[in-house]
């Protein structure tokens, strides 16, 4: 039998259940145990959490649970939710509230309109990369190539895995220092259909490979170390800082990847890098100090340079 009130005191750790029953749900128009109550009770919390568009979230959380669409949801507010899915509600926002990215907590996100799986292992694949794709785009208007890519710091795939479905007779290698986001990113070739062309190594950049490739790939980690405890507490606390620290001055990883590109690029080969924010004219450098050309840059939405173009 379900003890009295455990509608109410659905997320609350511990408080005692008068004081629980009296603080929450205040203000919520539908009746407890209801999609409407969960997704009010939950929005108040996330708000508390200072988690923006609290609502919308705690909507993908709660449609994440009943295995619907989140908008589904809005349909009917009165509908009653199970006690067992309640609680894995409750306990997915109280992860939120301790600020984990909602994609860990989905276990996906969508990047170039294709899901990837993601895990803590992996930086959550951003918007802002989609802009790789639409540099490698502009270099290769032939779909039809039979590119050979190399994505040094796959993390989920989701760059190489972009480029592979964009070029049908295009194929290519991931390599990732962490073998856990290698094993994902090699799932995800297998979830999207790619695995036939596409292939996936643990490894320290390039150091492993004796071959040359007509695209180099690379979204590295750049991010000046002393800033990272800055950044946002979603990304500070919870994405791998093996993905986001880039060393003293952010630009380690480009020195390493910039030094291997001429014996990896084939002939007439390009590599396309993320910046950060502000990075272009010394990555920029890098590349030319290693003897190679910088034939263009594409910014992201906001304006900002995010895609180096570099040719062998
Ligand atoms: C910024 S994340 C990019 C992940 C993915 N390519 C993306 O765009 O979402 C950088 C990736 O580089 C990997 N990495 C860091 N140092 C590395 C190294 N020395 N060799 C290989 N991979 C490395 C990290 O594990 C991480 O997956």
Redesign the pocket.
């Known amino acids: 039998m379900k003890p009295p009130g455990w509608r109410r005191r659905w997320i609350e750790p511990g408080p005692p259940p008068a004081r629980a029953a009296r603080v929450s749900g205040e203000g919520c128009a539908e009746p407890a145990g209801t999609v409407g109550f969960l997704l009010c009770r939950g929005g108040q919390l996330l708000r508390a959490a200072a988690i923006e568009g609290p609502r919308l979230e705690a909507r993908l959380l709660l449609g994440h649970v009943l295995g619907c669409r989140s908008e589904d949801l809005l349909r009917d507010p009165r509908a009653a939710v199970a006690l067992d899915q309640a609680r894995r509600f409750a306990a997915l926002v109280q992860r939120r509230v301790r600020h984990e990215p909602v994609a860990y907590l989905l276990g996906e996100q969508e990047f170039w309109s294709l899901r990837f799986a993601v895990s803590p292992a992996?930086?959550i694949?951003?918007a802002d990369?989609e802009t790789l794709v639409e540099a490698v785009l502009e270099a290769w208007p032939d779909r039809a190539a039979p590119l050979r890519v190399l994505?040094?710091?796959?993390?989920?795939g989701?760059?190489l895995l972009a480029v592979l479905a964009e070029y049908p007779n295009a194929s290519g290698l991931g390599?990732?220092?962490?073998a856990a986001?290698a094993a994902l990113a090699a799932g995800n070739a297998r979830a999207l259909g790619l695995a036939g062309r596409a292939h996936f190594l643990a490894?320290?950049?390039a150091a492993p490979l004796n071959a040359r490739f007509d695209l180099v790939l690379s979204?590295?980690?750049y991010i000046e170390a002393a800033a990272i405890p800055g950044l946002m507490p979603d990304v500070a606390l919870h994405e791998?800082a093996?993905?986001?620290d880039g060393g003293a001055d952010g630009l380690d990883?480009y020195r390493?990847i910039i030094a291997d590109l001429p014996r990896l690029l084939a002939p007439g080969g390009r590599a396309v890098l993320?910046l950060g924010a502000g990075q272009a004219a010394a990555v920029s450098g890098l590349a030319r100090a290693a003897g190679l050309g910088v034939p263009g840059c594409r910014a992201d939405l906001a304006g900002i340079p995010r895609a180096l173009v570099v040719s062998a």
Do not use: F, I, Q, V
């Not at 994505?151 to 989920?156: F, M, S």
């Open positions: 992996t930086l694949p951003r990369s994505d040094l710091g796959t993390g989920t989701c760059l390599l990732d220092r962490s986001a490894a320290d950049w979204n590295p980690p791998p093996s993905a986001l990883a390493a993320e």
